[in-house]
């Protein structure tokens, strides 16, 4: 062995050993939750605590489905967020397409007008947001939160689509305007197929990032059946007895949505996320 | 005090995550086995609802019956439990939250530029003789000088803005009031006292104070070759 293999080797070690620190500093709370929510009560609460459920029991997801609104909070969450993605994926889609293939001018200013509205964070257009709802007369509904979804998630959606239209050559769509196209079917059947796998990371994000709010629904919705899962969820943990299995097991299950379309749109985030959206 | 509070969290997270998120981009930028696996992973904190981080850590800092009290008293480090959510630690603890929930997005960015590194750069700098520091120093730092400016620029925007994690880590706690950062007075100020007049003059303090600091940061910072 020359001293430039041992050499390596350390390197390697080194580098293995900080990749483990760095996996369980991240996924080990993680596993704990997993664990706990498979716990029985006693073992819960043992010490020295056990890494991983001796009896193994489904009684924490039993209790969560039984004595609390777990499933109404779902399908809510689950309603509130897709149409929140069909709303902003629409009007993303269009408003994308037209910043990247129609000139018109302060075009650029536009765009650049939408990433300032990443300053506005949802604690300061919550207020004003609140008023008006309460004005209109929609406060309290489904229908104000799928709106301030919208609202929030679309200069992310728009400027990340931008970025994919924007990878597109424009000589395809104008073969097709040469053969007779008209816009409307050069769009359909060159650019969407085309923006596709964009469209569709961009719509993921969309879903994840309303599927993950709290705090509009906490401002916006006070009716406990109209509730999503986020504050659902927060609301088990004020109760005077905490039944960590049971929050820990709903935590799980808030959670498993968000990972299996995460684990999807993965490979576009490393890719994707630096030429896309930060660096614009 | 609530902007006191809400600056001592800003920035300090915003260094952790940096330095923590730089590291970790770096180690993740090596070639190793299962190196996509831990990638995915890393990023998972940052994905999750906020709702599920604050569960988690607070029962892994629960007093009684936490696994971190646990390991810290089994190890000898503390001999009585601590009370992660009281007034002494729950700024602590906050800041331990919410580094590991958001240092993500700084892999992610910063990932996402090393790897477009052209390694003829390294390659130049080893032969001119530059070791593993130097190398670090001037090649990888000046081409990740403009991600680095802008993962700073929306980290700080983001952090001190930052309302639900600081929100839902007081719930419950008695000690809400060592960690009310402007938002979080902003919030209760609208919804709880209902003074949505007052509630909106924070919003625009806040929106003031975000203006005047990016405005200085770009002077101080931004390079001709723009982002």
Redesign the interface.
């Known amino acids: 062995m020359n001293p430039k293999d041992t050499f390596l080797s350390v390197r390697?070690q080194a580098?293995?050993w900080?990749?483990a620190i760095?996996?369980i500093?991240?996924?080990f709370?993680?596993f704990?939750?997993l664990s706990?929510s498979f716990k029985p009560l006693r073992e819960?609460?043992v010490?020295?605590?056990y890494l991983l459920p001796k009896d193994f029991t489904l009684a924490n997801f039993a209790r969560l489905f039984e004595q609390t609104r777990f499933l109404t909070y779902f399908k809510n969450s689950l309603f509130v967020s897709s149409s929140a993605v069909v709303f902003t994926m629409a009007i993303a889609t269009a408003g994308a397409y037209s910043l990247t293939r129609f000139k018109f001018y302060g075009r650029e200013k536009i765009a650049s007008l939408i990433l300032f509205t990443?300053?506005?964070?949802?604690?300061?257009i919550v207020?004003?947001f609140?008023?008006l709802i309460k004005k209109i007369g929609i406060a309290n509904t489904h229908l104000a939160l799928i709106m301030a979804y919208t609202a929030f998630c679309l200069p992310f959606s728009l400027w990340l689509l931008r970025a994919f239209f924007q990878s597109i050559p424009l000589v395809l769509e104008e073969a097709a305007l040469v053969d007779g196209a008209t816009r409307l079917r050069a769009v359909v059947h060159v650019i969407l197929p085309l923006a596709l796998p964009g469209i569709i990371a961009t719509a993921i994000f969309t879903f994840?990032l309303a599927?993950?709010d709290?705090?509009f629904v906490r401002?916006l919705i006070t009716s406990d059946n109209l509730k999503t899962?986020?504050v659902g969820?927060?609301d088990l943990?004020?109760a005077t007895v905490?039944d960590?299995g049971m929050?820990?097991s709903g935590?799980m299950l808030?959670?498993i949505p968000?990972?299996v379309f995460?684990?999807f749109i993965?490979r576009y985030?490393?890719?994707g996320?630096?030429?896309g959206a930060?660096?614009? | 005090m609530s902007l006191w509070y809400g600056t001592y969290y800003s920035v300090s997270t915003i260094v952790l995550q940096i330095v923590i998120g730089l590291i970790a981009a770096l180690i993740l930028n090596e070639a190793f086995r299962g190196r996509n696996f831990v990638r995915g992973i890393v990023l998972f904190p940052y994905m999750i609802p906020t709702v599920v981080a604050i569960i988690l850590w607070k029962w892994l800092l629960n007093n009684q019956f936490g696994l971190v009290n646990y390991l810290l008293l089994a190890v000898g480090i503390i001999e009585n439990p601590l009370s992660w959510t009281g007034k002494d630690h729950i700024m602590t603890s906050l800041i331990i939250i919410s580094v590991w929930e958001f240092f993500p997005f700084v892999v992610l960015s910063v990932l996402a530029r090393l790897q477009t590194i052209p390694p003829v750069l390294y390659e130049a700098a080893k032969v001119d003789g530059a070791g593993a520091w130097s190398r670090f120093i001037h090649v990888t730092l000046p081409q990740l000088r403009n991600v680095l400016f802008v993962v700073i620029l929306l980290r700080s925007i983001w952090m001190f803005t930052k309302f639900d994690t600081v929100w839902l880590l007081t719930q419950g706690g008695g000690a809400e009031k060592y960690i009310r950062t402007l938002p979080v007075y902003a919030y209760m100020r609208t919804f709880m006292y209902y003074q949505a007049g007052l509630g909106s003059t924070l919003a625009v303090i806040m929106f003031g104070i975000l203006i005047a600091s990016t405005a200085l940061y770009f002077k101080m910072f931004r390079r001709e070759e723009g982002i």
Not at chain 1, 118 to 124: E, H, K, L, Q, S
Request: overall charge positive.
């Open positions: 390697g580098i293995y900080s990749a760095l996996l500093f991240t996924a709370p993680f704990w939750m706990t819960i609460f010490s020295p605590p990443y300053m506005f964070a949802p604690i300061m207020i004003p609140y008023v994840i599927w993950n709290y705090i401002i899962l986020s969820i927060a943990h004020n905490i960590w929050i820990m935590g808030i959670t968000v990972l995460f684990i993965q985030l490393i890719a996320w630096g030429t930060v660096k614009g």
